[in-house]
């Protein structure tokens, strides 16, 4: 027996239109403005169409329409396991996509790697804006959505001229937390950071490197560290400071590996983010090293992990971050002038620092 080849067409706007007796921008609006019609009207389009199979209005065919998209790009120059990975990129992201929910708007990552220079995926996104959190000054993926005439918000860093910013004072915030630990006497001190360009280099670094750093905020975190211990007589260019292409609490145990190796009497290791300084912890603990009795950590970033082994750092508002990029991106934009918010810190006084130890008592012991 022949199969039957008629196939039943699905249902479209004009048909389920044709089968309640009704306009088709009444059909619409029982999707996209349900207020324009009464709640009865409304539940028999939507009832009707689940019995057609219809699946609603095609919103790609929307969107070219009303040349809206209806989503925020989060541009993050990591791969996507990242952002649900490192807590203070997972708490900006839960801010951001608070403030996109309270507008109604969706929230389109789009990671890429950070070693590859493929700008695809930014000139795909099908987004009105995007917010780009804290990627280098020189990065083609930001260069790739400046040329997108649609609104922009970076998120810490590069700044951008004409561009919305959000971010805190860093050099301000570290440098308090430098203070502190001048005040407990600590003059010989290490210092491990993130990335400071998008070469890898996961060894010393040069004060020229440091100073021409591409991503901003560990270089104002330096510049901070650098000014506030040079004001005592610290020679900073004498200063070790090493740097982690991977920001994971293993880069962290190896770069004070790495630090405590070349100068095992420095007093303190000043970590430019928590998860290096949970590294930092965990390397001192390995060597024996009692903290903050031995030796001094501290962190940045204010992250639960760190709260909870009561890491000396400084706390900034993640949350709170994400939701103000997200709220200045989709408020109007002011055309004159670039708008800029910065957020406050806190200092965490914790229990990983303490004065050093005089050399009587490291050799001596407790």
Known sequence: MARSTHVRRP?????????????RTTVS?????????????????????????YPGPDPVARSLRTRKAGAVGL????????????????????????????????????PVNPEREDVAS??????????????????PHLAAVLSR????????QPRVDGVDRVGIDDRGAITA???????????RVGVICMRLARDRNDGFVTVERADSAHFHVQRARLAGLADAFGGVGVDWSRV???????????????????????????????????????????????????????LTVTGFDGIADAERVGLTTVRQPVLEKGRAAGKL????????????????TEFVPGATAAPPRTAEERWFGP
């Not at 249902?11 to 306009?23: D, F, H, P, W």
């Not at 649900?84 to 789009?110: I, S």
């Not at 005439?149 to 810490?156: F, Q, S, Y």
């Not at 001192?284 to 090293?289: E, I, S, V, Y």
Request: with cysteine; aromatic share 4%.
């Open 11 to 23: 249902a479209t706007l004009a048909s389920l239109a044709a089968e309640l007796g009704v306009s």
């Open 29 to 53: 609006n029982a999707y996209n403005r349900p207020d324009q019609l009464s709640p009865e009207l409304r539940r028999r389009v939507l009832e009707t169409a689940r019995r057609l199979g």
């Open 75 to 110: 541009l993050l120059t990591e791969n996507l396991s990242y952002a649900f990975r490192d807590p203070a990129a997972l708490g900006f992201l839960e801010g951001l996509a608070l403030a996109c929910e309270g507008a109604g708007q969706g929230l389109h990552l789009v």
């Open 122 to 139: 930014v000139h795909r996104a099908g987004v009105d804006g995007f917010v780009v959190y804290s990627v280098p000054d020189d990065d």
């Open 149 to 156: 005439p649609v609104p922009t918000v970076v998120a810490d």
């Open 177 to 187: 937390l430098a203070g502190r630990l001048i005040a407990l006497g600590h003059r």
């Open 240 to 294: 070790p400071v090493v740097e982690r292409f991977d920001h994971s609490v293993a880069s962290g145990a190896s770069a004070a590996a790495q630090l405590l190796d070349a100068d095992p009497h420095v007093t303190a290791l000043v970590c430019t983010s928590d998860i290096l300084a949970l590294g930092a912890l965990a390397e001192a603990r390995r060597r024996g090293l009692r903290v903050p009795q031995d």
């Open 329 to 344: 991106l989709l408020a109007s934009p002011d055309p004159t002038r670039p708008r800029e918010i910065t957020l406050d």
